[in-house]
């Protein structure tokens, strides 16, 4: 994911969560960067969803 906002003051982490929780279609609230958070490379934690259907919404999102 690309994301364009500033990285400061947690803009660009904040901006990722919505992204991903408009993606999986969860509230951002369950978005949680679990390690990354001032790194490029980040490691999420969707928390309202399987495995089986956050490779299914990836799934789609690959396919659009």
């Not at 660009?12 to 001032?38: C, T």
């Amino acid at each position: 994911v690309s994301i364009h906002e500033a990285p400061e003051k947690g803009k660009a982490n904040k901006r990722l969560k919505i992204i991903l929780a408009d993606l999986f279609g969860v509230p951002a609230r369950d978005v949680e960067i679990v390690s990354g958070q001032a790194k490029r490379d980040k490691k999420i934690l969707i928390k309202s969803i399987s495995e089986e259907q956050a490779r299914s919404c990836l799934d789609a999102a690959m396919n659009t």
